[in-house]
């Protein structure tokens, strides 16, 4: 079983729609959590990084995170073509300094 | 600007050939990665390192080799001991290991 468990889409949405992303975990060591933004053939871009149970809002963005549940969700309000991109989940271990990612889900936004 | 290049974008080797990944940053970072992406699927750990002259193995390092002599530079050599080296690579960096990373842009390896 994977450590990190992202819904694997893909995800197709019209225009202005609101967007919910997710991720499961299983390692209580993961501490801090992030999400990542990836364009086709491009790097992955950091959106949210958080550490406390709740919710972090940037913009159209909220990432919201559940330990107690080991689940995490990355909202997206008022989505836009140029959201359209693969979005990847991500935990970092603090214990062993390095980062698990999931497998990504592709979004796509119709105008 | 600040941040983290990597060269070639896009390279092509012949089968049984070694090549080296060139991954280098100016944002004055400790940490730096090395990942593997293929198609449709998530970013696997290669490599690592959070110090100069120290590098530790990741999910995947077989048939991959790294240096870490300069704080902001972490090439990546793919051996020929790799047997299936076609894939996207992502190098990455952070201010420490416990802290998040910031990519660059890949380098796609075709191996014909």
């Known amino acids: 079983q994977k450590e990190v468990e992202q819904d694997p889409g893909p995800l197709s949405v019209p225009e202005g729609a609101i967007v919910s992303l997710n991720c499961t975990y299983s390692n209580s060591a993961f501490q801090y959590f992030m999400w990542y933004r990836q364009y086709s053939r491009k790097g992955p871009e950091l959106l949210m990084y958080t550490y406390s149970s709740g919710n972090k809002e940037d913009g159209r963005f909220t990432a919201q995170v559940d330990k107690s549940s080991k689940y995490i969700s990355l909202f997206i309000r008022d989505s836009q073509p140029s959201d359209s991109a693969t979005y990847l989940c991500?935990?970092?271990?603090?214990?062993?300094?390095?980062?698990?990612f999931g497998d990504g889900t592709t979004l796509t936004v119709k105008p | 600007d600040g941040g983290i290049t990597q060269s070639p974008k896009y390279l092509f080797r012949k089968e049984g050939q070694n090549v080296t990944l060139s991954c280098e940053q100016n944002l004055n970072h400790d940490a730096m990665y090395w990942y593997r992406q293929d198609p449709g699927q998530g970013l696997r750990l290669i490599y690592y390192?959070?110090?100069?002259?120290?590098?530790q193995k990741g999910d995947i390092a077989e048939g991959y080799s790294v240096s870490r002599e300069k704080k902001e530079s972490f090439p990546l050599t793919v051996t020929s001991a790799q047997k299936n080296p076609t894939a996207f690579y992502l190098c990455?960096?952070?201010?420490?290991?416990?802290?998040?990373?910031?990519f660059g842009p890949g380098t796609r390896l075709t191996v014909l």
């Open positions: 390192s959070q110090i100069v002259n120290d590098f």
């Open positions: 990455a960096s952070s201010t420490s290991g416990y802290n998040e990373q910031f």
């Open positions: 991500a935990m970092l271990n603090t214990n062993a300094g390095k980062s698990t």
